[in-house]
T-cell receptor, first 115, second 112 residues
Framework: ETGVTQSPTHLIKTRGQQVTLRCSSQ?????VSWYQQALGQGPQFIFQ???????GRGNFPPRFSGLQFPNYSSELNVNALELDDSALYLC??????????????FGQGTRLTVV | GNSVTQMEGPVTLSEEAFLTINCTYT??????LFWYVQYPGEGLQLLLK?????DKGSNKGFEATYRKETTSFHLEKGSVQVSDSAVYFC???????????FGTGTSLTVIP
């Protein structure tokens, strides 16, 4: 059973506002990745944090930013929200980089609606 | 670059029918390949994986074989159940290990 928890589960924001999404990684996991899943699409990689440092970033603008804390929990911040930011935001935690013997566990996601 | 292409849905099958969902990939080097499943209102769950050519991943009656020569990782199940209704995502991770590349997902509905 996954131990990755995300909050809030649902959120409605107005265009131009800022939002913070939170993720608690599975116990012992030091790597957190964030994905955006638009309706009917596959998840798209936003960025990854490993031991509090950004360790790779996808094709997202700088208004998408993140943090990882010493307990390895993480935040995703999005500034100047746009209607196209409406999506399910998924957090995944793993012990180290994805690889042959590393499994990533996903949270249930935060559904963000921008109106 | 890295990318995954999977069969478009939706797919509707009768219970006990045979399932195939096609997945092909483009990658530099030797990626690891995955199938994830997403049930309604939930996050992604790992279904199976394969980390090198000719490996077969299997779980809960589902199987997929890593075919380097055809760059494919097709998902199969011999007899589907209503409880298999979900969206299935094919994905790869490359050797940098910092991200998954997902396909667009295939929605499966199994009717009694």
């Amino acid at each position: 059973e996954t131990g990755v928890t995300q909050s809030p589960t649902h959120l409605i924001k107005t265009r131009g506002q800022q939002v913070t999404l939170r993720c608690s990684s599975q116990s012992g996991h030091n790597t957190v990745s964030w994905y955006q899943q638009a309706l009917g699409q596959g998840p798209q990689f936003i960025f990854q944090y490993y031991r509090e440092e950004e360790n790779g970033r996808g094709n997202f603008p700088p208004r998408f930013s993140g943090l990882q804390f010493p307990n390895y929990s993480s935040e995703l911040n999005v500034n100047a929200l746009e209607l196209d930011d409406s999506a399910l935001y998924l957090c995944a935690s793993s012990l180290g980089r994805l690889g042959m013997n590393t499994e990533a566990f996903f949270g249930q996601g935060t559904r963000l609606t921008v109106v | 670059g890295n990318s995954v292409t999977q069969m478009e849905g939706p797919v509707t099958l009768s219970e006990e029918a045979f399932l195939t969902i096609n997945c092909t990939y483009t990658a530099t080097g030797y990626p690891s390949l995955f199938w994830y499943v997403q049930y309604p209102g939930e996050g992604l769950q790992l279904l199976l994986k394969a980390t090198k050519a000719d490996d077969k991943g299997s779980n809960k009656g589902f199987e997929a074989t890593y075919r380097k020569e055809t760059t494919s990782f097709h998902l199969e199940k011999g007899s589907v159940q209503v409880s298999d209704s979900a969206v299935y995502f094919c994905a790869l991770s490359d050797r940098t290990g910092n991200q998954f590349y997902f396909g667009t997902g295939t929605s499966l509905t199994v009717i009694p």
